[in-house]
């Protein structure tokens, strides 16, 4: 079961379309008990799962990761550091 609608990079300004010869990241932002952020490869069953965002490369993905980041500059550091 194929979606005939192409996935678009979710990072702004890259517009890009998935073609099966490139590699793409599905990310999702998880937020408890802690934040994090998971950087998967493009599995399809994942790809429409509410929350997922898709970057058409290494590059969109950090451009992901760091956005990311900066939003939570902020957050208290011990809430992921739980030794
Ligand atoms: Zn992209």
Redesign the pocket.
């Known amino acids: 079961m194929k979606d005939p609608r192409p996935y678009v ?1 979710d ?1 702004a300004g ?1 517009n ?1 379309r998935k073609a099966e010869s490139n590699r793409w990241w599905l990310v999702r932002p998880i937020d408890p008990p802690v934040s994090s952020l998971n950087i998967i490869p493009w599995d399809d069953k994942q790809a429409d799962k509410p929350g997922t965002f898709h ?3 290494e ?2 993905s950090s451009k992901m990761l760091s956005a990311w980041q900066a939003k939570h500059v902020a957050a208290p550091a011990e809430e992921a550091v739980k030794v």
């Open positions: 990079c990072v890259c890009n970057a058409c490369s590059a969109c």
